[in-house]
C-alpha cells in the first residue's frame, strides 16, 4: 500500500499543548490522544520518514541504535528544535500517522496530539524546561479538561510513549482523586503504553551524560525528567505505586495495552513490535505491523 503524506494544508501542530488533528463531523464517540515521550515532539514523534524519493532532504540519517556517541548526538540535533518555521512546512515523504491514517480507521472518533517541553537542552530556542512529571501531568490535566468542556463524559483513549506514559498514569492519579477533574478519570476508556518505563529506564544515564557535556558547554539544560525516569527512582516508584492501586480496583473500568513497555502487574494484555524505542510509534503505512497492531485494538475499542 503507498503511504499517504500529510497534506501542505493539514493542522499546524503546537510544539506546547493540544493540537486536534481529526474532528468527525457528527458528535465523536471518543477522544483519542496522543502524548509523547522524553527528547520527543507532538508530530515529530509520531512521523514516519518514508523512501519516497520526492521527499525533503533533511540530511544523512543516523543508523538505529548504535554507541552512545550516536546516541548522545541525536540529543542535541537540531531535529529536534521544534521550531515553528518546521512545525509550518508539512514535510513531503514524511507520514504523520495519528493525521495521515487513523482518521480514516477510526473516524468517529476526535484525535489529539499534546505537546509540551520534554527537552535536555533547548540550543537558542530559550531555556531549558525545569518542570517535572508532577508539573507536566497536571498541566496536562487542566488542558485536557478545557478542550473536553463541551463533550464531558466521552471516552477517552490514550497513546503514550516512553515518558508520556509516566505522565498518563500521573495524570489519572492525580484526576481520580480530585472532584474538578474526575471526569477525565472516569471517562478513561484504555492507555496504550508503547515504550514506557514503568520502573525506570538505563537510557536516563545516556540523557544525563549528554546534559552535562551540554550544560558544561554553556547551553541551559534541565535533568528534572531524566531524574525521575531513572531505575528506581523514587519519583517514579511513587507514581507507579498509586497508579497500580488504581488498575487495580475491582470496578476499574480502563483497560491497559502493554506494546514493548516493561510489565507491571502480568495481567494487562502485553504485545510485541518489531521496533527499536524510537521507531516503535512510527508507521509508514497501514499494512506496518505496529500499526495493524494499534488500530486493531483501537478498533476493539470503539466497537
Not at 521544534?82 to 477510526?106: A, T
Not at 541551559?220 to 488504581?246: G, P, Y
Not at 516503535?280 to 483501537?298: A, N, P
Request: include cysteine; charge should be neutral; charged fraction near 20%.
Amino acid at each position: 500500500m503507498e503511504p499517504q503524506f500529510s497534506s501542505i494544508h493539514g493542522p499546524k501542530v503546537n510544539d506546547i499543548g493540544f493540537t486536534v488533528l481529526h474532528d468527525p463531523p457528527s458528535p465523536a464517540t471518543a477522544d483519542i490522544v496522543f502524548v509523547h515521550g522524553l527528547q520527543g515532539h507532538p508530530r515529530k514523534t509520531w512521523s514516519c520518514e518514508t523512501n519516497n524519493p520526492t521527499r525533503v532532504p533533511k540530511g544523512p540519517k543516523e543508523p538505529s541504535g548504535g554507541s552512545h556517541h550516536l546516541k548522545i548526538r541525536k540529543l542535541f540535533s537540531r531535529k529536534h528544535s521544534g521550531s515553528s518555521q518546521e512545525n509550518r512546512e508539512s514535510q513531503l515523504g514524511e507520514v504523520f500517522w495519528p493525521l495521515d491514517l487513523l482518521p480514516d480507521d477510526c473516524p468517529n472518533a476526535r484525535i489529539l496530539t499534546f505537546g509540551y517541553d520534554s527537552k535536555v537542552t533547548n540550543f537558542f530556542a530559550g531555556p531549558a524546561s525545569q518542570s517535572n512529571i508532577i508539573a507536566h501531568a497536571r498541566d496536562f490535566l487542566h488542558q485536557l479538561k478545557r478542550v473536553r468542556l463541551q463533550c464531558p463524559g466521552r471516552s477517552i483513549i490514550f497513546v503514550a510513549h516512553s515518558l508520556g506514559g509516566i505522565i498518563v498514569k500521573c495524570a489519572l492519579c492525580r484526576a481520580a482523586d480530585d472532584p474538578a477533574l474526575t471526569d477525565i478519570y472516569k471517562s478513561t476508556r484504555a492507555i496504550f503504553f508503547l515504550g514506557t518505563p514503568h520502573r525506570g529506564s538505563g537510557k536516563a544515564s545516556i540523557g544525563e551524560i549528554a546534559r552535562r557535556i551540554a550544560s558544561a558547554s554553556g547551553l541551559d539544560t534541565s535533568d528534572q525528567n531524566l531524574r525521575a525516569l531513572k531505575v528506581n527512582s523514587i519519583e517514579l516508584e511513587m507514581i507507579h505505586e498509586s497508579f497500580v492501586r488504581l488498575y487495580e480496583q475491582k470496578d476499574r473500568h480502563f483497560e491497559i495495552v502493554q506494546q514493548f513497555s516493561s510489565s507491571f502487574t502480568g495481567t494487562e494484555h502485553i504485545e510485541s513490535i518489531n521496533a527499536n524505542h524510537m521507531d516503535m510509534c512510527r508507521f509508514s503505512s497501514k499494512d506496518d505491523q505496529g500499526y495493524q497492531s494499534v488500530v486493531g485494538e483501537l478498533k476493539i475499542l470503539l466497537s
